[in-house]
């Protein structure tokens, strides 16, 4: 189930990373008269501007498109495991304050180095929201139309799910990296990417 999730929800959120491709490749050729062509008209700027809001986010929609893959994969109803998933991802992202006290979320872990943790809650959040769904749930006659059911039972499922990730969250500051997206780059994509880049991975 977990694989099929995955592989449904990756191959989803190709119309985003490929949609964008051709752009991709213009704004990144080496070649003078276009590259000044850009500068000029100001193309350029908006093409970098159209990548960080989709292949550099990639994270973000690979959390929403495998969360409701695996979401339909257990049952789940509605649009819940979704929304309670990019929830979720981006309450786990430290929030950045500027100097005059105004909050942002900075699109640092939206992107590649928040792709392993996007991709564990897209499959822990629905997980969850599939066992709690069967003891806490609220119930709703069948009088109320779906869509109003979809919504309205997952809500005692959606309080204990943010809680404990808040918690997790608030757990985190005591440790030396402060934050999960921190701790899971340092502890298991740098030690990967390191042993992928190493000659004996290369040569075997």
């Known amino acids: 189930k977990v694989v099929q999730g995955l592989m449904a929800g990756m191959m989803s959120t190709m119309p985003v990373t490929l949609g964008v491709a051709l752009l991709s490749i213009l704004v990144g050729l080496p070649i003078p008269p276009l590259q000044d062509f850009l500068n000029s008209t100001g193309l350029a700027s908006v093409i970098n501007d159209v990548l960080v809001v989709t292949m550099n986010l990639g994270a ?119 934050d999960i997206y921190t701790a899971v780059n340092a502890i298991i994509s740098t030690p990967v990417m390191g042993l992928g880049s190493s000659p004996a991975a290369v040569l075997i």
């Open 60 to 178: 973000l929609y690979m959390c929403a498109s495998v969360s409701h893959s695996f979401g339909e994969v257990l049952g789940n109803k509605g649009m819940a495991s979704v929304v309670a998933s990019i929830g979720v991802a981006l309450l786990l992202i430290p929030l950045g304050r500027t100097e005059d006290g105004m909050t942002f979320i900075p699109t640092t872990y939206m992107g590649s180095n928040g792709l392993f943790v996007a991709l564990v809650v897209a499959l822990v959040v629905p997980a969850l929201l599939h066992f709690l769904m069967k003891h806490i749930a609220v119930p709703l006659p069948d009088s109320v139309p779906p869509f109003v059911s979809n919504s309205l039972s997952p809500m005692l499922c959606a309080i204990v799910i943010f809680t404990s990730f808040t918690l997790l969250k608030w757990g985190m500051t005591f440790t030396a990296w402060g």
